[in-house]
């Protein structure tokens, strides 16, 4: 039997599927590729997918992957993904750079992203589930829990965003940041009259297509400031900007002694910070 290749292809097919919440089209792609297939060795694709097809398939409530995840050494915060462009509303020529894409090539990261996508259209289990993961004893006594929401992904309709804002707005404790192209979005809410949790702060990414509307958001109260991937090595970031810049370290949770510029509103507010592109 030749043996099949969980390729990008296969995985950009399943991805614009759960864009549009297609399970039955995933189904069938995840089943075809597992057809005949009797050993599922640990950490293969076919055991990841043996894995998420019962509950593609609805035999069971229990999510295969968790929605939430805790964090690590560059990234030491709670945080949530889904699958980045289908789920991006203002990509455009960061598609051609997009970090998030490398990610796939880990299958468990892959289809945890698929799984969190296809939440969205089921937006009570993803509230459910923070609110389990809030009240673990790791973080249930905390004043405070830094939120980064998305890390892959981004928001892809005005109730997504809606959504996620009066979610957050629910949680006080959670001190949510994150990056976001899908500015349209944003600004729309903003011209509803929507009023934004306080513990939200928006980092205004570039390499979208609505990034002309920059101006109109820099100075609202949830809006950080600029995020700005540029090409070029941090030695010689500084040069390409003639106002002063906060060039990230890439690990986010150490980048200054008072806790990540990026959701820092006070010392950090209208601050320009500069990434290389990677």
């Not at 890390?151 to 629910?170: A, E, P, Q, R």
Request: positive net charge; proline residues 4%.
């Amino acid at each position: 039997m030749i043996k099949k290749v969980f390729n990008n292809n296969i995985k950009r097919d399943i991805s614009e599927l759960a864009g549009k919440n297609n399970i039955k089209g995933i189904i069938q792609i995840l089943e075809n590729f597992v057809e005949g297939v009797t050993d599922y060795k640990k950490g293969t694709n076919e055991y990841f997918i043996a894995k998420f097809l019962p509950w593609l398939r609805g035999e069971t409530e229990n999510l295969p992957f968790n929605v939430f995840k805790i964090g690590n050494s560059k990234l030491p915060f709670l945080n949530f993904s889904t699958l980045p462009i289908v789920t991006c509303a203002g990509s455009g020529e960061c598609e051609i750079y997009c970090y998030s894409l490398k990610a796939w090539r880990y299958p468990s990261a892959f289809l945890s992203q698929v799984q969190n996508t296809l939440l969205m259209f089921k937006f009570h289990i993803i509230e459910n589930e923070l609110n389990k993961i809030i009240n673990r004893p790791k973080f249930k006594n905390l004043d405070k829990i830094d939120f980064r929401l998305y890390v892959d992904g981004d928001f892809n309709t005005l109730d997504n965003l809606t959504d996620w804002m009066n979610l957050i707005k629910n949680n006080s404790k959670l001190n949510t940041y994150g990056y976001s192209k899908s500015l349209n979005l944003f600004l729309q809410l903003s011209d509803n009259g929507f009023k934004f949790p306080k513990n939200y702060s928006l980092n205004l990414s570039n390499g979208g297509i609505y990034d002309k509307l920059k101006p109109f958001l820099i100075g609202l109260d949830f809006v950080r400031g600029n995020f700005t991937a540029v090409n070029g090595t941090k030695k010689d970031i500084r040069k390409q900007f003639e106002n002063k810049v906060f060039i990230c370290p890439g690990n986010c949770g150490t980048c200054t002694n008072i806790g990540h510029a990026c959701g820092n509103m006070d010392t950090f507010k209208n601050l320009e910070i500069v990434i290389p592109i990677h």
